[in-house]
């Protein structure tokens, strides 16, 4: 049986425990590189407008201390 191919993200050609065809995450790569570039922006983008509306809602006495009486 021929050895799989090599595939140089990797970093080896064994993959994950050592079986063949299993992929692993080398050294070099990170678990973002697998998410798509759209759920990074949609992350981005919720997390800095939730800031935002607290922000907002500091500003204007709606939310934070003193709002509780």
Known sequence: MPD???YPSTGDDT???GQP????IGAGDSP??????WVITAAI?????LVALMIVLHITGT?????HG
């Not at 973002?32 to 570039?37: D, L, M, T």
């Not at 983008?45 to 407008?49: E, K, L, M, R, Y």
């Not at 939310?63 to 709002?67: E, I, K, R």
């Open 63 to 67: 939310f934070g201390p003193g709002t």
């Open 4 to 6: 799989p191919p090599r």
């Open 45 to 49: 983008i919720i997390v800095a407008a």
């Open 32 to 37: 973002a590189a697998s998410r798509p570039r």
């Open 21 to 24: 065809g299993h992929s692993s």
């Open 15 to 17: 993959g994950a425990a």
